[in-house]
Nanobody, 125 residues
Framework: QVQLVESGGGLVQPGGSLRLSCASS????????IAWFRQAPNKEREGVSC?????YYADSVKGRFTISRDNAKNTVYLQMNSLRSEDTAVYYC?????????????????????WGQGTRVTISS
């Protein structure tokens, strides 16, 4: 079974930073579009960012979050700066093969084939 594994979540104060990682031992992540989604309590899962050869960001995180790849480590990162209480959520990474990716659907969770188990991010003083 293909697995994506997220790590890096935790508790930080408002204004702080975290770096999330998404890795896989089964998938070549550079052959896939990798997206980060998040889900806060009682809210729908929302797309945060995505990377192909291009990067995509939700308006709510532009200028604060940066998505990147390290192909040598087969890992995708989400650097999160200037964190706010509203960033509190479980963060998931998801993958879809590049050949099946379309930019206008990057925020559609149902399009992705593979998901991680999530990592919890809590922003609180």
């Amino acid at each position: 079974q293909v697995q994506l594994v997220e790590s890096g979540g935790g508790l930080v104060q408002p204004g702080g930073s975290l770096r999330l990682s998404c890795a896989s031992s089964e998938l070549d992540l550079d052959e896939h579009a990798i997206a980060w989604f998040r889900q806060a309590p009682n809210k729908e899962r929302e797309g945060v960012s995505c990377i192909t050869g291009t990067t995509y960001y939700a308006d709510s995180v532009k200028g604060r979050f940066t998505i990147s790849r390290d192909n040598a480590k087969n890992t995708v990162y989400l650097q999160m700066n200037s964190l706010r209480s509203e960033d509190t959520a479980v963060y998931y990474c998801a993958a879809i093969r590049i050949t099946r990716f379309f930019a206008d659907i990057w925020r559609s969770a149902g399009r992705y084939d593979y998901w991680g188990q999530g990592t919890r991010v809590t922003i609180s003083s």
